[in-house]
């Protein structure tokens, strides 16, 4: 075997034997071998001492974020390809309320035990209230001096190996997931709405370090029968405790045997004095009497996140109240799954070893995230926890519910507006547009009240509508369709929207229609267009070890041919927070600190003149758009009162492609991904926010990220702040050429234009840490250049634009000129805990018969 070079370098130029005409030496062949030997262990060392890259793969078809993706069918071969299906089914039971659009929904969500004691959920007219009183003394669980004996954990069974799939990000409920749950059964003393628990939440690690927020849920409990027992610990046996037959029982009787060998012992006896003693309890009630899962059908839940909230002695605050009733049971039952057992949240009590009882419910431990209970727990299998961080075994939590009770009636089927005149009072419920295959008929099936003749009769009125815009102030728009009655459907659209318009005529008020379960049935051809999102992926964390910089993403797909397109994208955990002020005309005089408006040239206008002067000055209204700030349409009323109105739209006048008007709308700094989170307008008034729903109120175009308004919401939009909340895009229209996509690391070439040279600006993808790593002009060639941040270009890392000051063919002092190819490279600035990967695929009729597949993908990332 031959022998290694020794691992040393040199520059060959130092050789002397190395002459001018380069001829080949044995010393020249030794050095090249050396410095071959030294650069192979030296990229050795440099692998072994970089950082891990850690990658997570994931089964396309297990982590899709259904809620937010459409169009799409799952393969037994792991790939999501277009839908093929001919009809669409979307069953509504109230548990899931992401199906509902809240914000233009004015009917609520209710949740009660029916006489069998599960949990149901119901649509009705909302409430008019008269009078509430708030109870929180009555049902709790409090010591005296305010004080806790110790805390307990919720989250990752800490005797088992901490992992985490796909499948349980996408649902924290999922029952392989190994998570302690704690519950507290308690005593309803009030009747009422309970509004909100309180508990004690501690923990002993940065709030943001849990896997999960702690989600809080109110169940229905089931009654049981137990038998009495009593440890013990001489002969380790648990015995049963005996007492006197009360006259008429019908148990087991038995007697006590007096003497002989098995003297001491109790046997049946038709004719016994005793029978074994029992106890009534109450425990969660796990599944409903259809079989259901309770985590799936609770009465109510909530989730502390600890991002916006402070650990302590906090009230969950339930969004749709349960009804509960004074003398029954229910369980407050605490999850956080996904939190790793070492910096999980805790929850607040007193020991089995304690003073301290509660003689109205008892503490409850699940170890398989749910779906069965021990009574108590157990004691902690480490021998060396502290006592406070749950040692020995709970007796019950520290609770303390709020019950409200109301007086009220429904809302009234009529109603007098500001001008005094009395008018219908319709109250509907909305649900979100449903995205599908091109459809050709609507059915609504439902379990209710308020459709029948003996309902109406009764003062109960509901109908189902349909409409393909969504125009919620356009009544032509929606269609009513009877109950189990098909309607055909022209024009083969692929988003519908659905809603239940409700209204009575009780005598005072007192009764409502109701929805128990609807199912939306669509006939559909095969999908044109297809979104698939997945779950957003959070890195394992533990003490020592951490993701710290993503590393690559992959996100392979194939098209069947040229026809059908796709690409993908990279969205950004992190939320958000986009603000615009809407002024009017009047408020001008208010932004003369800019200098595009001068105060003495608006001074003392009126409105009618200032309208004029924005008309006659549009490079204001620019000025303001580019610091979010948008003047409101301003109306000339028509003199005559059977006249028009006229509308000059301001910095909402746009055109389209063939310069016909066309309403604009408002331009986000940031690339939204679907669907917007919140929209909402913050009043300068004294009005209360108002809150918008897509499609329904506005509509987001994605590829030039600006939201429209309807001309209805526009014109009677409240002055004020307007908050459009949304998870940001770091990177669309990915392309499988350029998979696995690495993000640390991105390298981007310009050739200089005309265009270049007028904006004296490249942009570059996505946002970049600073600084710069390098900037080339025409790099690897004879004339290359390296250039300086901050003396040769600049940098605005908001905009992601790299400033060229001097960027001119006849300025000597240009480094950058016409035809000149620029290369940049960067780290891209993705400091989320998260990222989810979104796909969206299109294919034309004439390629109905093709596909895209989508196939399993990973994500890297170092620590």
Same mark, same amino acid.
């Given at each position: 075997m031959a022998e290694k070079c020794n691992p040393k370098y040199k520059n060959l130029q130092l050789i002397s034997s190395f002459s001018e005409q380069r001829y080949a030496t044995v010393q020249l062949m030794e050095q090249i071998c050396q410095n071959e030997e030294y650069l192979k262990q030296f990229c050795e060392t440099l692998d072994y001492l970089s950082p891990p890259a850690v990658r997570k793969r994931f089964d396309i078809t297990e982590a899709i974020d259904e809620n937010k993706s459409y169009g799409f069918q799952l393969n037994s071969n792991k790939t999501v390809t277009f839908s093929d299906k001919d009809k669409t089914e979307v069953p509504i039971d109230f548990f899931d309320e992401s199906v509902i659009d809240s914000d233009v929904s004015d009917c609520v969500i209710k949740s009660t035990t029916n006489n069998v004691g599960d949990t149901v959920r119901?649509?009705?007219?909302?409430?008019?209230?008269?009078?509430?009183?708030?109870?929180?003394?009555?049902?709790?669980?409090?010591?005296?001096?305010?004080?806790?004996?110790?805390?307990?954990?919720?989250?990752?069974?800490?005797?088992?190996?901490?992992?985490?799939?796909?499948?349980?990000?996408?649902?924290?409920?999922?029952?392989?997931?190994?998570?302690?749950?704690?519950?507290?059964?308690? @005593?309803?003393? @009030?009747?009422?709405?309970?509004?909100?628990?309180?508990?004690?939440?501690?923990?002993?690690?940065?709030?943001?370090?849990?896997?999960?927020?702690?989600?809080?849920?109110?169940?229905?409990?089931?009654?049981?029968?137990v038998t009495v027992t009593k440890w013990n610990k001489k002969t380790k046996t648990s015995d049963y405790v005996y007492i006197t037959a009360p006259s008429g029982t019908t148990k087991q009787r038995y007697k006590k045997i007096t003497s002989g060998k098995n003297k001491g012992k109790w046997k049946k006896a038709n004719n016994g004095t005793h029978i074994r003693k029992t106890e009534k309890i109450y425990k969660p009630a796990v599944k409903n009497s259809k079989g259901q899962t309770s985590i799936y059908h609770p009465l109510a839940e909530t989730s502390f996140d600890p991002k916006f909230s402070t650990p302590g002695f906090h009230a969950?605050?339930?969004?749709?109240?349960?009804?509960?009733?004074?003398?029954?049971?229910?369980?407050?039952?605490?999850?956080?799954?996904?939190?790793?057992?070492?910096?999980?949240?805790?929850?607040?009590?007193?020991?089995?070893?304690?003073?301290?009882?509660?003689?109205?419910?008892?503490?409850?431990?699940?170890?398989?995230?749910?779906?069965?209970?021990?009574?108590?727990?157990?004691?902690?299998?480490?021998?060396?926890?502290?006592?406070?961080?749950?040692?020995?075994?709970?007796?019950?939590?520290?609770?303390?519910?709020?019950?409200?009770?109301?007086?009220?009636?429904?809302?009234?089927?009529?109603?007098?507006?500001?001008?005094?005149?009395?008018?219908?009072?319709?109250?509907?419920?909305?649900?979100?547009?449903?995205?599908?295959?091109?459809?050709?008929?609507?059915?609504?099936?439902?379990?209710?009240?308020?459709?029948?003749?003996?309902?109406?009769?009764?003062?109960?009125?509901?109908?189902?509508?349909?409409?393909?815009?969504?125009?919620?102030?356009?009544?032509?728009?929606?269609?009513?369709?009877?109950?189990?009655?098909?309607?055909?459907?022209?024009?083969?659209?692929?988003?519908?929207?659905?809603?239940?318009? $409700?209204?009575?005529?009780?005598?005072?008020?007192?009764?409502?229609?109701?929805?128990?379960?609807?199912?939306?049935?669509?006939?559909?051809?095969?999908?044109?267009?297809?979104?698939?999102?997945?779950?957003?992926?959070?890195?394992?964390?533990?003490?020592?070890?951490?993701?710290?910089?993503?590393?690559?993403?992959?996100?392979?797909?194939?098209?069947?041919?040229?026809?059908?397109?796709? $690409?993908?994208?990279?969205?950004?955990?992190?939320?958000?927070?986009?603000?615009?002020?809407?002024?009017?005309?009047?408020?001008?005089?208010?932004?003369?600190?800019?200098?595009?408006?001068?105060?003495?040239?608006?001074?003392?206008?009126?409105?009618?003149?200032?309208?004029?002067?924005?008309?006659?000055?549009?490079?204001?209204?620019?000025?303001?758009?580019?610091?979010?700030?948008?003047?409101?349409?301003?109306?000339?009323?028509?003199?005559?009162?059977?006249?028009?109105?006229?509308?000059?739209?301001l910095s909402f006048e746009d055109t389209d492609d063939e310069g016909n008007f066309k309403l604009g709308g408002f331009k986000c700094g940031n690339s939204p991904a679907y669907p917007i989170i919140s929209c909402q307008t913050y009043p300068t008034g004294g009005e209360i926010k108002q809150a918008y729903g897509e499609w329904f109120d506005y509509k987001v175009d994605y590829d030039t990220d600006i939201v429209t308004f309807t001309e209805h919401n526009l014109l009677n939009m409240p002055v004020g702040g307007l908050e459009i909340e949304y998870n940001p895009l770091f990177i669309t229209n990915l392309q499988p050429e350029e998979m696995p996509l690495v993000l640390d690391y991105f390298k981007e070439e310009f050739l200089i234009s005309d265009q270049e040279i007028e904006n004296k600006y490249v942009t570059i993808r996505v946002a970049a840490v600073d600084p710069?790593?390098?900037?080339?002009?025409?790099?690897?060639?004879?004339?290359?250049?390296?250039?300086?941040?901050?003396?040769?270009?600049?940098?605005?890392?908001?905009?992601?634009?790299?400033?060229?000051?001097?960027?001119?063919?006849?300025?000597?002092?240009?480094?950058?000129?016409?035809?000149?190819?620029?290369?940049?490279?960067y780290t891209p600035n993705l400091e989320?805990?998260?990222?989810?990967i979104g796909y969206f695929a299109r294919r034309p009729d004439s390629a109905l018969n093709r596909q895209c597949k989508i196939y399993p993908n990973y994500i890297e990332y170092k620590v």
């Amino acid at each position: 075997m031959a022998e290694k070079c020794n691992p040393k370098y040199k520059n060959l130029q130092l050789i002397s034997s190395f002459s001018e005409q380069r001829y080949a030496t044995v010393q020249l062949m030794e050095q090249i071998c050396q410095n071959e030997e030294y650069l192979k262990q030296f990229c050795e060392t440099l692998d072994y001492l970089s950082p891990p890259a850690v990658r997570k793969r994931f089964d396309i078809t297990e982590a899709i974020d259904e809620n937010k993706s459409y169009g799409f069918q799952l393969n037994s071969n792991k790939t999501v390809t277009f839908s093929d299906k001919d009809k669409t089914e979307v069953p509504i039971d109230f548990f899931d309320e992401s199906v509902i659009d809240s914000d233009v929904s004015d009917c609520v969500i209710k949740s009660t035990t029916n006489n069998v004691g599960d949990t149901v959920r119901y649509a009705c007219l909302p409430y008019v209230q008269t009078g509430c009183t708030t109870d929180i003394t009555s049902t709790r669980n409090l010591a005296e001096n305010g004080q806790i004996n110790t805390y307990w954990y919720v989250g990752y069974n800490k005797s088992k190996t901490y992992t985490l799939y796909p499948e349980w990000m996408r649902n924290w409920k999922d029952h392989k997931i190994p998570s302690i749950v704690r519950a507290q059964v308690f @005593k309803c003393n @009030k009747t009422g709405n309970l509004d909100a628990v309180s508990l004690v939440i501690a923990t002993d690690s940065n709030y943001s370090s849990w896997g999960s927020p702690i989600y809080v849920q109110i169940w229905s409990t089931e009654e049981v029968e137990v038998t009495v027992t009593k440890w013990n610990k001489k002969t380790k046996t648990s015995d049963y405790v005996y007492i006197t037959a009360p006259s008429g029982t019908t148990k087991q009787r038995y007697k006590k045997i007096t003497s002989g060998k098995n003297k001491g012992k109790w046997k049946k006896a038709n004719n016994g004095t005793h029978i074994r003693k029992t106890e009534k309890i109450y425990k969660p009630a796990v599944k409903n009497s259809k079989g259901q899962t309770s985590i799936y059908h609770p009465l109510a839940e909530t989730s502390f996140d600890p991002k916006f909230s402070t650990p302590g002695f906090h009230a969950f605050e339930f969004d749709n109240p349960p009804e509960v009733e004074k003398d029954k049971y229910y369980a407050i039952v605490v999850f956080s799954p996904l939190s790793h057992w070492g910096q999980a949240p805790r929850i607040g009590g007193w020991g089995r070893n304690c003073s301290h009882t509660y003689n109205n419910g008892d503490a409850w431990l699940s170890e398989n995230n749910g779906r069965s209970f021990i009574r108590y727990g157990k004691n902690d299998p480490d021998t060396k926890l502290a006592y406070k961080m749950g040692k020995y075994t709970p007796q019950d939590f520290a609770f303390q519910c709020h019950i409200t009770s109301y007086t009220y009636g429904y809302s009234p089927s009529t109603t007098t507006n500001a001008d005094g005149d009395t008018i219908d009072n319709y109250s509907y419920l909305y649900f979100k547009p449903i995205f599908t295959n091109p459809i050709n008929s609507i059915e609504i099936n439902a379990t209710d009240s308020g459709t029948t003749t003996l309902d109406h009769e009764a003062g109960r009125h509901l109908e189902y509508q349909y409409s393909l815009t969504g125009n919620t102030q356009n009544e032509s728009d929606w269609v009513t369709i009877g109950k189990a009655n098909r309607s055909a459907i022209s024009g083969k659209p692929t988003m519908i929207f659905v809603r239940a318009k $409700m209204w009575q005529t009780t005598a005072n008020n007192t009764d409502t229609p109701s929805i128990d379960y609807l199912e939306i049935t669509l006939e559909t051809d095969v999908s044109k267009e297809m979104y698939v999102r997945t779950q957003t992926y959070y890195p394992k964390s533990t003490p020592m070890l951490g993701a710290n910089v993503w590393g690559r993403v992959n996100t392979p797909f194939t098209c069947d041919t040229d026809e059908v397109t796709c $690409m993908s994208e990279i969205i950004q955990e992190k939320v958000i927070k986009e603000h615009f002020e809407l002024i009017s005309v009047d408020d001008l005089i208010n932004y003369t600190y800019l200098d595009a408006i001068e105060e003495s040239k608006i001074k003392n206008l009126t409105s009618d003149q200032l309208c004029q002067y924005l008309i006659d000055n549009p490079n204001i209204l620019k000025v303001l758009k580019e610091n979010n700030i948008y003047v409101k349409p301003y109306i000339y009323e028509a003199e005559a009162d059977d006249g028009d109105d006229t509308i000059e739209y301001l910095s909402f006048e746009d055109t389209d492609d063939e310069g016909n008007f066309k309403l604009g709308g408002f331009k986000c700094g940031n690339s939204p991904a679907y669907p917007i989170i919140s929209c909402q307008t913050y009043p300068t008034g004294g009005e209360i926010k108002q809150a918008y729903g897509e499609w329904f109120d506005y509509k987001v175009d994605y590829d030039t990220d600006i939201v429209t308004f309807t001309e209805h919401n526009l014109l009677n939009m409240p002055v004020g702040g307007l908050e459009i909340e949304y998870n940001p895009l770091f990177i669309t229209n990915l392309q499988p050429e350029e998979m696995p996509l690495v993000l640390d690391y991105f390298k981007e070439e310009f050739l200089i234009s005309d265009q270049e040279i007028e904006n004296k600006y490249v942009t570059i993808r996505v946002a970049a840490v600073d600084p710069i790593r390098h900037v080339y002009v025409n790099k690897d060639m004879d004339d290359e250049m390296e250039l300086i941040e901050d003396e040769h270009f600049t940098v605005d890392y908001i905009n992601n634009r790299i400033h060229f000051p001097i960027i001119n063919e006849e300025d000597e002092k240009a480094k950058i000129k016409l035809n000149d190819t620029v290369t940049i490279i960067y780290t891209p600035n993705l400091e989320d805990t998260g990222i989810s990967i979104g796909y969206f695929a299109r294919r034309p009729d004439s390629a109905l018969n093709r596909q895209c597949k989508i196939y399993p993908n990973y994500i890297e990332y170092k620590v």
